[in-house]
């Protein structure tokens, strides 16, 4: 893997804004290796750092300490202009004054490409982005949608080896927002050209992407694919970023070959993974997803829990479980093949947890 | 009617905004405003020499104003100067605004502003002497006497604020990612600017000659004090006829003035427009 | 930032520079631009606007000349004889004199005189324009400013004509009967505040209508909702919101109007003298440069107080807002 050239590195970047105490530290330390032909989505709210971070990329910012990479080479010193990569800004930043088509060709253009070739290459990005016969229009005439898409083919026109998409959905509504998901998917594994994306919407990055970096104040709070993102978050903001969490104080009540089990203050016991630093008798925070959790009609009161909240969301229904301590969990159970609710308010639940359902997180 | 009539006026106190009485008095404000120049025009058109009775419609004055050499010779005065001025004022302008917006501010900023607003701040009379004394010192000590020049150097200099401000205003609206987009794409610097920048920032160029050349071709203080013998401009020549007495030629060529002031201005609320 | 990335073209060759010195560097061009492009303003602006003002600082301090000009001799004479005028008898005994000081206070009343009827008057019309509907507001923006761009001077001419004992005013006010001699309007403070008022009313007006513009009518809204009335939203909600745009056009008005020339000049005759006037004479009939000099740099001073309230005002309300 080492020897494996990425096409785009960071090596411990930092990034500061600004000097003095007001000073903003965007970036902190951060390395990452994205590999060529990955989808790769940078993840995380606003101010964690991912928009910084692709600017750091495309190089309309420079780190203040650490270094860029693409392809292996150091690109720290080059201006936007003289680095292979385009980026699809979140306002698209059409050229106002020019048609579809300059718009496209400006990128050639300025590379000095041959006029003869560009012509060509600007109906075959319109087609790519099914927008063949827009070539006179100008971005004001264009839809949301549309731009986006010019947006796009202006960006790809030039073969990146990396295309960079800042947000690009979320100008858009829901309905366009899903097509263009599907849409961008396709366009990169079509052209295989590394897509670094950027953006706060968890769906779109679990949906899209091959490899998610999920990012917070300035740092990678976790790096992987989908699946070990959502499936084995490695603390608690990723975790609670990242769908929907139960987060549970328990105490290890036993440990060994790697595997604890805890017992919460509600009297529940866990099996799960120990994290490194897990002792026993110690107090960890476990992190239970609500749809990973077995409820079943209690015989007697004793060590069951009680249901204080339904709500019916079409599949399933989400139901709040009042415990023995007076703690709750979140707890999601498909609904009945009839459509009904399984439980209903007031009812006594035995609640179940299978092994390894639960992640002991990093404090 | 009446009925019609309440409804329209209850309508009225519903809208949040109404105040009472504002909307009379801003229609007098307009009214006040407009009044005289209307007369003014009016009776330029006026058979007999008087300013206050009509008798009937008549062409004669600017038949007149318009055969008059000297009137000619401050037109074309006037519209050098203006010209002369407004070029290179825009152009000054132009680099200034560039150099001022969309930057963070930098040390310096705040001076750089208050040298540009000198016009706003410091009252005509005091920059009308203090460039009489300036250039009669120049030529005085120095011997440093550009003549008509002198002139055109005392306009461009208060012409820059009224180029810098539509300039300004138009590079503030400018979007900043289209630049970063051009660079992206591969663009030079000079060919951001070129290609980009410059081509959105024509009309606010534009509207800031507009604003400069009214500005120059109006100017009556500073004009009057720095002019020298043979540099009458049309304001200076109607200054003058007004001091010598009140005749309907000054109704007509002030209609002229007036008419020419109209025109640059709907012109530049045109090109602001885009 | 973009622009400074954009500049670095100079370093391709700077492989292995550090971030921090790369950064450094393209300040440095990006400054060296920057004044680059704003020397030709400054020089100009500079070297003819501003620099002249120093220039009757220092002729302020000199004696006059014969002609014209002054004579390379120092002497506070200038500022003396603002105050005082020396015994014919005995030069050097001073006595009080009024005159200027009654000119400098003419001009200061008449300025506030009509930056409040100004305001009286710009206030509603600014209001009236900013609650246009969008569409038809940008024409009422041209009709109201359209006077700001014509000429002064003939606009002053035009009020002339009206206010003359022959103009307009004066005859329908005759053939309506109300008065059976004309009035006199012409040639009193009464003209020249009217005058002044006429020249600057959009100074006023345009300031305002910005800040209204801004103004966001939701908390207007908000107001009604709790009870209050039509005029106490006036006061409590929508002037204190206006209130950047009233205080710029305050100062827009008052400023040129205690400095002006050509109103009082062409509505005052010979004898209301305004300070603007009274510079004017000193180098024209009355030769004496100096003292001009004089009367204008106190003109300024008391331009540079008006200011300096408006920025303390100002600067007062922005820390309201940030806290």
Redesign the interface.
């Known amino acids: 893997m080492a020897t494996e050239r990425s096409a785009v590195e960071a090596r411990d970047v930092t990034k500061i804004f600004g000097h003095g105490p007001d000073a903003v530290r965007a970036l902190d330390n951060v390395s990452i290796r994205i590999r060529e032909n990955e989808f790769f989505t940078l993840l995380g709210p606003s101010g964690c750092g991912k928009t910084t971070l692709l600017r750091l990329i495309a190089g309309l910012e420079l780190p203040t300490e650490g270094e860029i990479l693409l392809e292996g080479e150091r690109v720290g010193h080059l201006p936007p202009n003289r680095r292979l990569v385009n980026t699809v800004f979140q306002s698209y930043a059409l050229f106002p004054h020019m048609t579809v088509r300059q718009n496209i060709a400006f990128g050639l253009e300025m590379r000095g490409v041959d006029r003869a070739t560009i012509g060509p290459t600007v109906a075959e990005m319109l087609q790519l982005v099914q927008l063949s016969g827009y070539e006179n229009r100008r971005p004001s005439q264009l839809s949301g949608g549309q731009q986006q898409r010019v947006a796009l083919a202006r960006a790809l026109a030039n073969h990146p080896k990396v295309l960079l998409l800042d947000e690009p959905l979320s100008a858009l509504d829901l309905k366009l927002r899903q097509g263009m998901r599907e849409e961008l998917k396709n366009l990169q594994q079509k052209t295989g050209i590394t897509f670094v994306f950027v953006t706060h919407d968890q769906e779109e990055a679990l949906t899209m992407s091959d490899r998610i970096a999920v990012m917070d104040r300035g740092q990678i709070q976790q790096l992987g694919d989908p699946h070990e993102i959502y499936e084995q978050p490695v603390n608690r903001f990723v975790a609670d970023f990242i769908g929907d969490t139960n987060f549970i104080r328990a105490r290890v009540s036993s440990l060994s070959n790697g595997q604890a089990r805890c017992r919460s203050g509600s009297g529940l016991e866990f099996d799960c993974s120990a994290i490194g630093s897990a002792r026993a008798g110690g107090e960890v925070t476990l992190a239970l997803r609500p749809e990973k959790i077995r409820l079943g009609k209690a015989e007697r009161s004793a060590g069951a829990g009680k249901v204080v909240h339904a709500t019916y969301v079409g599949t399933d229904t989400n139901y709040v479980v009042e415990l023995g301590d007076a703690s709750q969990l979140d707890v999601r159970v498909q609904n009945a093949l009839d459509g009904h609710a399984r439980f209903r308010v007031g009812d006594l639940v035995a609640i179940d947890v299978p092994a390894g359902a639960a992640r002991m997180l990093v404090d | 009617m009446a009925d019609v009539a309440i409804r329209r006026r209850a309508q009225r106190r519903l809208d949040l905004r109404y105040q009472p009485g504002f909307s009379t008095l801003a229609i007098l404000c307009l009214v006040m405003l407009y009044a005289p120049i209307i007369v003014l025009i009016v009776f330029s058109f006026n058979d007999n020499r008087s300013v206050s009775v009509w008798t009937e419609f008549s062409s004669d004055w600017y038949v007149a104003a318009f055969r008059n050499e000297e009137i000619r010779a401050a037109a074309w005065i006037s519209l050098k100067l203006a010209g002369i001025a407004t070029v290179v004022s825009t152009v000054i302008a132009t680099a200034a605004a560039l150099a001022t917006t969309r930057t963070r501010a930098y040390r310096g900023i705040t001076a750089a502003y208050l040298v540009i607003n000198q016009p706003l701040v410091v009252p005509e009379i005091v920059t009308a002497i203090a460039t009489l004394s300036f250039f009669a010192l120049l030529r005085s000590e120095a011997g440093i006497y550009f003549g008509f020049g002198n002139l055109v150097l005392a306009h461009t200099v208060f012409c820059i604020l009224f180029a810098y401000m539509p300039i300004r205003a138009r590079l503030e609206d400018m979007d900043l990612t289209l630049e970063q987009a051009a660079a992206d794409l591969y663009a030079t610097p000079w060919q951001t600017f070129r290609r980009i920048t410059l081509p959105l920032l024509v009309p606010g160029i534009a509207a800031g000659a507009m604003l400069a050349f009214i500005v120059s071709f109006d100017d009556v203080i500073i004009t009057v004090f720095v002019a020298g013998p043979g540099e009458t401009t049309l304001p200076i020549y109607i200054y003058g006829a007004i001091r010598r007495g009140i005749t309907p030629e000054i109704n007509a060529i002030s209609t002229v003035v007036l008419a020419v002031s109209v025109l640059f201005v709907t012109l530049f609320y045109f090109i602001s427009r885009r | 930032?973009?622009?400074s990335?954009?500049?670095?073209?100079e370093?391709?060759d700077?492989?292995?520079?550090g971030?921090?010195e790369?950064?450094a560097e393209?300040e440095k061009l990006l400054?060296r631009?920057?004044?680059l492009?704003?020397s030709?303003?400054?020089v100009?602006?500079?070297v003819?606007?501003?620099?002249?003002?120093f220039?009757?600082v220092i002729?302020s301090f000199l004696t006059p000349g014969e002609y014209?000009?002054v004579n390379w001799t120092f002497s506070t004479d200038a500022y003396v004889q603002f105050l005082f005028e020396r015994d014919i008898f005995d030069e050097a005994t001073l006595i009080f004199n009024s005159d200027y000081l009654e000119i400098y206070l003419r001009s200061f009343l008449l300025a506030v005189y009509s930056t409040v009827a100004a305001l009286?008057?710009?206030f509603?019309?600014a209001?009236?324009?900013a609650?246009r509907p969008p569409e038809t507001r940008?024409l009422w923006v041209?009709?109201?400013?359209?006077?700001f761009?014509?000429?002064?001077?003939?606009?002053t001419?035009?009020?002339?004509?009206?206010i003359?004992d022959?103009?307009?005013v004066n005859?329908v006010l005759l053939w309506l009967g109300v008065i059976d001699r004309p009035l006199v309007i012409l040639y009193t403070d009464f003209a020249v505040a009217l005058g002044l008022l006429?020249s600057y009313?959009?100074f006023m007006?345009l300031p305002i209508y910005a800040s209204l513009e801004k103004v966001d009518?939701r908390l207007?809204?908000a107001g009604?909702d709790l009870y209050a009335s039509?005029f106490r939203v006036?006061r409590r909600i929508i002037v204190p919101l206006a209130k950047p745009g009233i205080v710029a056009g305050c100062i827009?008005v008052f400023?040129?109007a205690?400095?002006?020339?050509?109103t009082p000049m062409?509505l005052g005759g010979g004898k209301n003298l305004m300070?603007?006037n009274l510079?004017?004479l000193q180098?024209g009939g009355s030769r004496n440069?100096p003292f001009?000099?004089a009367a204008?740099l106190i003109?300024?001073a008391f331009?540079m107080i008006a200011?300096m309230f408006y920025v303390r005002t100002t600067t007062r309300e922005r820390r309201h807002l940030h806290g």
């Open positions: 930032m973009s622009q990335a954009g500049i670095s073209l370093l391709a700077a492989g292995r520079a971030a921090t790369i950064l393209q400054r631009r920057r004044w492009l704003l030709p303003a400054l100009a602006i500079g003819f606007g501003i620099f002249p003002l220039i009757i002729y014209a000009g009286i008057f710009g509603p019309a209001y009236f324009m609650t940008n041209f009709l109201f400013t359209l006077p761009w014509t000429n002064l001077l003939i606009r001419y035009s009020m002339l004509i009206i003359r022959e103009g307009i005859m006429y009313l959009p007006v009518f207007v809204e009604y039509r006036l827009l400023i040129p205690l400095g002006a020339f050509i062409l300070i603007g510079i004017s180098f440069w001009g000099s204008a003109l300024m331009v200011l």
